[in-house]
């Protein structure tokens, strides 16, 4: 790890070409920072990447959210930029290839990005570096995204941390003010950007030219962009000190709502941080609070980021893995069933409004994320990676690291996961948390006639009842799919097949 005065040296009186990624602002930006503080020139670009946006067309994903949000930013910067005398530098094609052909006819004396922790990434990064070694061009990565990355906490053994808790106490006694102390990127307006010659200006690709399609993005109101995001980190400020009571219950605003900005860095994570501790007395006390619980958020995303660092096969197998031999359901019936929790059709009134929410917006709230990854896994049987992997064409705020480790988390297979023999139970699930049924009525609209009692287990109701508030089972709203206590009973079978101990204990459900 460089120090920031070597890396002040490094770029003294050097040409740099900065590539945006999942960091698209232009303050608070590390890269940026040490850029304009030291080098005599500074040149910003982006690349859609197309091995990325073909992966997604391959997919059937042309209406894609997260797409449509990184080209509103793009949009935005290039107009930023263009304000103090400079402009974005677009490309479409190979990121490696673009990026040194770039930095080559620019004839800058470094590239500038910020590390990335995908193992995709690193091959990219890798790749970049070589193509730039060719053409006696520089590229350093520099840690932007995380407060601590993979190497910089260890336990007393030298290992990473594989439990939360100890990792947690051990971020908060690391975490200094330098940590999270703002990368400013505006000394007064002094600003080094340059602006790049006339025939290395290319208009930005319109999405359809990208090969993809509007969305609703818009239409659902999300604030975008890097002004967004500091619009919505004020609101949340505003009501942060009752996070911890309120985060749980889908039908109350309770989350921050910046996972997404967070995701592509239209915020960055260390003004989070800032917002955080604004709100917290003293980091060192006991007791909690609304901002001392989405700081251990913010801190559970730095934990997973490191896990994938050091274990990158938990993107295929299981962090723990004597579970890889868990005999998962398959065949046409496991299909089936995989299709109608996907489209929310389970019968499960709390599923189903939740992956229809997910279907809708890109959206899902973290209760509910728990809540349908757990029936996916223990009620249907199905292998998370499925489901993991439907998470990660649908979420607009869609990251690796967390996406992997939410998931393993709820599959029982993860680093500190729960226990496997603690099963939510759907039901009891959606009357602690959605008491009144509001969240269900407003994406299972035909359930909308029965009462805060009744909406969470339709089929409990007689037949006459249920027809008396126009819900017909099986017409109008689904059967349960599958009975739960038999699925739990099927699914601590089949955990217990994998472990040594033959006896589960008999944890309560959820």
Known sequence: MLYRSEVSTALAGKKVLVWLRRDLRLDDHAALAFALGAASAVFVAFVFDRDILDRLLARGLKRDRRVEFIHHAVCEIDAALAAAGSRLLVREGNAPVEIARLATRLGVDMVLAHRDYEPLA??????????????????????????????????????????????????????????????????????????????????????????????????????????????????????????????????????????????????SVRAMVRAALRHIADLDADGDSGARTWLSELIWRDFYAQILYHRPDVTTQSFRPAYDDIAWREGAEAARHFDLWATGATGYPIVDAAMRQINSSGYMHNRLRMITASFLVKDLGIDWRRGEAYFADQLNDYDLASNNGGWQWSASTGCDAQPFFRIFNPVTQSEKFDPHGKFIRLYVPELAGLDARQIHAPWRLAKAELEGRGVVLGTTYPMPIVDHETARKETLARYQKVRKDKSPPQGAPD
């Not at 570096?129 to 006696?136: D, G, K, S, V």
């Not at 439990?163 to 051990?170: D, G, H, L, Q, S």
């Not at 007064?188 to 359809?208: C, H, V, Y």
């Not at 996070?243 to 309770?254: I, L, N, Q, S």
């Open 122 to 267: 690193i091959a990219r990064d890798q790749q970049t570096a070589q193509l730039l070694r060719e053409e006696n061009i520089g590229f350093l990565a520099l840690k932007d995204q995380v407060i601590f990355e993979g190497d910089e906490l260890r336990t007393e053994s030298g290992n990473f941390y594989s439990v939360f808790t100890p990792y947690r106490r051990a971020w908060l006694a690391a975490l200094s003010a330098a940590d999270y102390a703002e990368r400013k990127t505006d000394a007064k307006g002094e600003r080094r950007f340059a602006r790049p010659k006339a025939d290395l200006l290319q208009p930005i690709p319109s999405l359809s030219e990208l090969g993809f399609e509007s969305t609703n993005l818009k239409a659902l109101g999300l604030p975008l962009g890097q002004g967004g995001a500091a619009r919505l980190l004020a609101e949340f400020e505003t009501r942060i000190d009752h996070y911890r009571e309120r985060r749980d219950y889908p039908a109350v605003k309770g989350p921050s709502y910046l996972s997404v900005h967070l995701r592509f860095g239209t915020l």
